[in-house]
């Protein structure tokens, strides 16, 4: 199993991003996705995460109203589109596979994780 996280970079504060995470080698369609970042000297954080077949997403209150999740089965990728961002947004942010996804959190699971894409805030 192998999960590739993309679309990080430097942009503005107000600017957006889309990140995006892919994964080969599972059974796609199943699996909950969970987003997480972690910054410099900071605990890991969950960010956001999607189920399979219902569509629930969840939504820490740092990024709500500011990040959207969604999923593409037939590309086996998740997508976390991010905008009005802000310095304090600034991580690595991380995919996982194979948690568990309710309205009100992301359980995680041994599951796989992705190597992280640099997100950095700054005017």
């Known amino acids: 199993v192998q999960l590739v996280e993309s679309g990080g970079g430097l942009v503005q504060p107000g600017g957006s991003l889309r990140l995006s995470c892919v994964a080969s080698?599972?059974?796609?369609?199943?699996?909950?996705i969970g987003w997480f970042r972690q910054a410099p000297g900071k605990q890991r954080e969950g960010v956001s995460c999607?189920?399979?077949?219902?569509?629930?997403?969840y939504y820490a209150d740092s990024v709500k109203g500011r990040v959207t999740v969604s999923r593409d089965n037939d590309k086996n990728k998740v997508y976390l589109q991010m905008t009005n961002l802000k310095p304090e947004d600034t991580a690595v942010y991380f995919c996982?596979?194979?948690?568990?996804?309710?309205?009100?959190?992301?359980?995680?699971?041994?599951?796989?994780w992705g190597q992280g894409t640099q997100v950095t805030v700054a005017s």
């Open positions: 080698g599972v059974d796609w369609e199943p699996s909950h």
């Open positions: 996982h596979l194979d948690g568990y996804c309710n309205n009100r959190q992301y359980l995680l699971s041994r599951g796989y």
């Open positions: 999607i189920s399979s077949s219902d569509g629930t997403t």
